[in-house]
């Protein structure tokens, strides 16, 4: 276990901001986060992935707490479907990585999305057609209020669109992620309903979730900015859901890129919103509107202040409100 006063969170987010915590605690086991006095650490707690989802705002004046719970466990019994226990601290890629040299289906388009495995269960991680709960099966947590560990199948874990019961305002905070339990498939099975997708393979049909790795990660290096060269924090806005009537309103002639869902409501493009404001490459200071991706915003100059990256995004969300009467809801964590 590492616990540090003071400690610089620079390291501890993709977007590289300059802030501190009073207090910093790495635990290796869950024993050695039940064993935490809580009572004595200062208020308030904030529990940590990668930080690659994160926008701090201005030095944590509580306990940041992060996991280096570390474990890949395959429960191989020889059927069709594979469940995988994963500890909270594993790298999401590095995981994705591994169940595809395993030749196991299902993370396969969830490649090279950066944070932990923990994070991603709170966040419902997606990218090309598929979230992260499409294969989870269930959650193990430590309860900070009752203080106990406590389990969740998928169906109590309530997930939604980049949401989950421990986003929820009530559970913020109370339940830390230890372990994941996975449910992957041997079953040749590519999700390639995303037109990206299947052009990357150039119209090959892949015959391993691997081949279908490799197509996810060029596509993603082409479009978005490397987190270890350029401070950011991935997609910053959410892409809003509208009505058939709004979206119509949006696009008279129905040619704005769009995905038709189950309720007959319709998911729009923030890049595509973004863009059309004219935001591309906009610039706040050291933060700026990324070049090749306008639903990212980016740490430029290295300097950028937090105050720069809040004044972009107001302008972002109120241009488009303007020009299309959607308002944009960030993905990114305001800290």
Not at 147 to 173: A, H, I, M, W
Not at 259 to 267: A, E, I, M, N, R
Not at 303 to 328: M, Q, Y
Request: charged residues 25%; proline residues 6%; negative net charge.
């Amino acid at each position: 276990m590492r616990i540090q006063l003071n400690y610089d969170l620079g390291a501890q987010n993709t977007f590289r901001m300059k802030v501190s915590c009073a207090y910093y605690v790495e635990y290796e086991t869950v024993k050695e986060l039940e064993g935490l006095n809580f009572e004595r650490l200062p208020k308030p707690l904030l529990h940590i992935g990668a930080g690659s989802n994160l926008l701090f705002t201005k030095d944590f004046p509580g306990t940041v707490l992060h996991s280096n719970i570390e474990f890949i466990k395959y429960v191989d019994v020889g059927l069709e479907e594979v469940p995988v226990m994963v500890g909270a601290g594993v790298v999401w890629d590095h995981f994705v990585s591994e169940t595809c040299r395993h030749g196991l289906w299902g993370a396969e388009n969830l490649s090279l999305i950066p944070g932990e495995v923990g994070a991603a269960a709170v966040q419902n991680i997606g990218a090309y057609g598929v979230e992260v709960k499409d294969i989870i099966s269930g959650v193990v947590c430590y309860d900070l209020q009752e203080r106990k560990k406590v389990k969740f199948t998928r169906e109590e874990c309530r997930y939604g669109y980049r949401d989950s019961l421990f986003k929820q305002p009530e559970n913020r905070g109370r339940y830390v992620v230890t372990s994941v339990l996975f449910r992957l498939s041997r079953k040749h099975n590519p999700k390639l309903e995303y037109k990206g997708v299947r052009d990357a393979l150039e119209g090959k049909e892949p015959q391993t979730p691997q081949e279908v790795r490799e197509a996810i990660i060029r596509i993603r290096r082409q479009k978005l900015p490397d987190p270890e060269e350029l401070g950011s924090a991935g997609s910053f806005f959410k892409n809003p859901v509208v009505s058939r009537e709004d979206f119509a309103r949006i696009s008279p002639d129905g040619s704005a890129p769009h995905y038709d869902l189950p309720d007959g409501t319709v998911k729009v493009p923030a890049a595509w919103m973004i863009d059309q404001c004219g935001f591309k490459g906009a610039t706040e200071g050291g933060a700026a509107v990324y070049e090749k991706q306008p639903l990212v915003i980016v740490n430029a100059s290295g300097e950028a202040s937090p105050e720069e990256v809040l004044a972009l995004e107001n302008r972002i969300i109120n241009g488009v409100r303007e020009r299309f009467g959607v308002t944009l809801h960030p993905e990114v964590e305001h800290i």
